[in-house]
């Protein structure tokens, strides 16, 4: 492991360790070493032939017109990067979803943006994780 020394004004070292005790990082190297990989992942991801792994989440109100059936049809034209999908009950009105898809950005990215540009989608966001060349192809790996 190398060791990389920097140099923050008191205010911007101020808000980082604020943001570490918020986060629960035991240290600032912890902290560091997060923000590096995931700005890395960031860049790695917008390479649009490049596979990544997404989570879309959103609520929604599940009385609004149609919405439910035209969510399900975006997943079902997709099926090839849809993983799974998780459907929850908040309260009698709104529903929360996460859908998990898997598949090269540039394929994946548009079902993330149609998903959550529909009509009566609150809240929605998406995570890109990017996948390494090795992950691309293995798929045969088990949980004991």
Not at 33 to 38: A, I, Q, W, Y
Not at 46 to 67: I, P, T, W
Not at 108 to 115: D, G
């Amino acid at each position: 492991m190398q060791r990389v020394t920097i140099s923050l004004d008191d205010d911007l070292a101020q808000a980082f360790d604020r943001l570490i005790e918020e986060r629960g990082y035991s240290n600032r190297s912890e902290a560091v070493r997060d923000l590096v990989r995931n700005e890395l992942a960031r860049r790695e991801v917008s390479d649009d032939a490049g596979s990544c792994v997404a989570v879309v989440s959103y609520a929604f109100d599940h009385h609004e017109r149609q919405l439910s059936k035209r969510m399900a049809e975006h997943q079902h034209a997709h099926t090839h990067l849809v993983i799974s999908t998780m459907h929850v009950h908040i309260d009698e009105k709104r529903c929360a979803e996460a859908v998990v898809m898997r598949g090269r950005l540039s394929e994946v990215k548009p079902l993330a943006e149609a998903l959550t540009a529909e009509t009566g989608v609150e809240h929605g966001a998406v995570n890109y994780i990017p996948l390494s060349k090795t992950s691309e192809h293995d798929h045969h790996h088990h949980h004991e």
